[in-house]
Every structure is written in C-alpha cells, then in structure tokens.
C-alpha cells in the first residue's frame, strides 16, 4: 500500500504530458481506383462510335454490367491520405453498338467556351561568333553597332 502511495504522485505527473499518438500521425497514402477519363478524352466521343472506339478512347470500363449490356460505367475514386474522397462517374450508352449519349461528372468543354490555342514555341536562331566572322558584312554592321 505505501508503494502505491509513493508511485501516486509520479503517475499524477505523467498524465499532464502530451499523448504521443495526437503528435504523430501515421502516413496515409493517396489511394486512386478506376477510370481516370479526362474532358479532353470526352471531348472525342461522337455519336455513332462503336464499342471498340469508344474503348480505345477511353480505356476498358470499370464496370460492363450483364443486365445492362447497353451501358459502360467509368468511375474513378480518389483518396489524399488526410482529406475527403472524391468521386467521378461517366456513363456511356449504345444502342445496336454504336454509341448514343454520354453521361455523367465528367463533360467535354463547351468549345464557345474554350481558350484559343496557345501559339507554339518559337526558336530564334542566334548567329555565333563563328558565322559572324564568316561574313564581313555582318562583321562592319555589328562594329557600326557597337559605336552607337
């Protein structure tokens, strides 16, 4: 009993100190499952596309459901290892297997919408000391230059 008594006030101590699971946390890492299909993959989808083009366009469906052999389903989830899941759906429809509609989270972009094309890099040809000296022409312009 007296052991009890003297261990008490260590143990007293010891409950005030920081819990060492609210300070460390285990790594979690970010789970991605399914289809990833992206607005530009959408965007090639036509009505009238056959099965096997609207795979090589989009991968193979997550799920192809025997009671609906009409219907593709594309879902793809993602998990951050701390924050919330997200989730996207997109649907394909047929009809005597050629596609009819799309549906879903995932749209093609409006093309009113979209930003003109970026132009493509330009390369600029910059002459070396070697093609200057090649020509005196460019050699007495870049003196006159030099001058101003």
Not at 87 to 113: I, Y
Request: a neutral charge; one cysteine or more.
């Amino acid at each position: 009993m007296k052991r009890l008594l003297l261990l008490l006030p260590f143990l007293a101590a010891c409950s005030g100190a920081p819990v060492i699971t609210t300070v460390l946390t285990p790594y979690r890492i970010d789970v991605r499952q399914g289809n990833f299909v992206t607005q530009e993959m959408v965007a090639q989808l036509k009505p009238g596309l056959s099965r096997e083009q609207v795979r090589f366009i989009l991968g193979s469906p997550l799920v192809a459901d025997m009671f609906h052999g009409d219907r593709w389903d594309y879902v793809y989830s993602y998990k951050q290892g701390y924050g919330e899941a997200q989730q996207r759906t997109l649907t394909v429809f047929f009809q005597d297997n050629k596609l009819t509609r799309v549906a879903g989270d995932v749209v093609a972009e409006d093309p009113a919408r979209a930003e003109a094309p970026k132009p493509a890099a330009q390369v600029i040809e910059i002459p070396g000391p070697a093609a200057a000296a090649a020509s005196p022409a460019a050699a007495a312009d870049a003196d006159k230059q030099e001058k101003k």
